[in-house]
């Protein structure tokens, strides 16, 4: 099977933080990526980390730990609309893209 | 702006018919990809090409096939479509460990 985990669903409340998590097993490492999708639609790009660190992207910040195999998306001032599926994946040593099963985010009022 | 087409955003076919799902890309990608995405499993690599006229198996390539006769057209083929091949597929296009974009997605429909 795929090494990549995250928990299923989350919910948090309109203008809150969130931080949904995601933990891999590889032994090649090129990257970890995050999509978001929306119900019927297919995932959007969000963010690629392939160093350490924090990067910031507006509402928007993804990390990565290489050695722990963790990364996190953190979803700012939440609004409605986040309300989708966020999927990370990493590429394996054979060049494909491994995804995870997804985090279902509800926002509520 | 980055854009990947599909030809169909939903399809309804018949068992045993054969159905060819369309994709293409303007950002010049030399890597193609096509997904199958179901409740509960995530998204699944089915064929990939990292050139034209290549094609690599991806986790599930059984029941399908895939043709890339031009750089920006990524085809993929059900030759006898059964119900269990019903699912949401996804095209891709993207560079080597680059980010992978996305098209709209097709829902396919065997009755």
């Known amino acids: 099977g795929q090494n990549i985990d995250q928990p299923t669903e989350m919910t948090a409340t309109e203008g809150a933080i969130v931080q949904i998590n995601c933990t891999y097993q590889?032994?090649?490492?090129?990257?970890l990526f995050w999509y978001q999708q929306h119900a019927g639609e297919a995932p959007t790009f969000l963010s690629y980390?392939?160093?350490?660190g924090l990067e910031e992207k507006g509402r928007f910040s993804s990390f990565l730990s290489r050695s722990k195999g963790y990364s996190y998306l953190l979803l700012k001032e939440l609004q409605m609309k986040d309300s989708a599926s966020y999927l990370c994946?990493?590429?394996?040593?054979?060049?494909?893209?491994?995804f995870g099963q997804g985090t279902e985010l509800s926002v509520k009022p | 702006d980055v854009k990947v087409t599909q030809s169909s955003r939903y399809l309804v076919k018949r068992t045993g018919e054969k159905v060819f799902l369309e994709c293409v890309q303007d950002?010049?990608?030399?890597?193609m990809f096509w997904y199958r995405q179901d409740p509960g499993l995530g998204l699944r690599l089915i064929y990939f090409?990292?050139?034209?006229?290549?094609?690599e198996k991806g986790d599930i390539p059984e029941g399908y096939s895939v043709s890339r006769e031009k750089k920006e057209r990524f085809s993929l083929i059900l030759e006898s479509a059964s119900t269990n091949q019903t699912s949401m597929y996804l095209c891709?296009?993207?560079?080597?460990?680059?980010?992978?974009?996305f098209g709209p997605g097709t829902r396919l429909t065997v009755l």
């Open positions: 891709a296009s993207g560079g080597n460990t680059d980010t992978q974009y």
């Open positions: 590889t032994s090649g490492f090129n990257g």
């Open positions: 980390n392939v160093l350490d």
């Open positions: 994946a990493y590429y394996n040593q054979g060049g494909k893209l491994i």
């Open positions: 950002m010049d990608h030399e890597n």
């Open positions: 090409s990292y050139d034209v006229k290549m094609k």
